[in-house]
């Protein structure tokens, strides 16, 4: 694996690969890698030839500077996983490279109220940060497949959104969540949970296999109260529990007149944020 931290060196390499006509696949994160991220770059491995992961903690993404001072670092082990997954490239820029005085990065794109929902809401500023980004992260590594993590669903259906708007020369490929054995969803933030507020956490999985099974005979607005209210039994402090349509992102009232639905949690366990999400019915692909 070569590691790269200027995008000057980067982008020179990848132009030598993109004249040898290889595929790039590119899967970027803010480290603290876990499986659910080297899944990632094994899907990339079925698409690309070349596979570049980046490792940036985006300060604009972050609404919360405790949460960024505390986001788990820990370079040498997602170096040694990375390699361990075959990963070709692994690109740790700092904030200068990824922001240089006088480059404009902000974005301008009418969101469409993608963004005007559950951690849109809950997060203000998170998605223009996180648009920010991963755009530039584009412009710099320029890749034929762009791969992210369904557990993230509103920012993959945000960036899928910018890729259309933009035009962006770029597949955006969505992979499944990886969970633990017992169903919580893999994050880096886990790392932050003492035991008793890791097992609080597995309501959020439990109330999504709930919403699933129950969805299409209840009303979906008493279904979410009761969600709510299980949650906070548990030890939880939800921020939303909303089942949406998959591409608009839009409440569901009628299951029946949506071809993809989505059920969304977002709680704290402690002082972790945790959200998760299921597909109730269809796929977003
Ligand atoms: P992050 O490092 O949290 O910004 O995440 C980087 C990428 O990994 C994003 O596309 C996430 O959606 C994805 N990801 C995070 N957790 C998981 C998981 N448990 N399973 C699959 N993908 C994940």
Redesign the pocket.
Known sequence: MQLFSFVSNLKSFLQDEKKSRHKIAF???????????I??IEEGKKYGDTTVCS?YINPRQFNNSEDLKKYPRNLENDARLLEQANCDILFVPDDQEIYPIGLDTSIRLDLKDLDNSMEGLFRPGHFNGMLQVVKRLLDVVNPDFL??????FQ??TLVQHMINQLHLPVKLIV?????EPDGL?????NQRLNAIERKNGLAIYKSLLHLKTHFESSSIDLLENQVMNTLKDSGLRPEYVEIVDGLSLQRVIHPELHNCIIACIAAWSGEVRLIDNLILKGAFK
């Open positions: 899967i970027p994160t803010m480290g603290a890698l876990h499986a659910g991220h899944s990632l490792i791969i992210m993590g369904q557990k993230d920012q993959f992979a499944p969540t990886i969970r969803a893999m994050s880096s933030r």
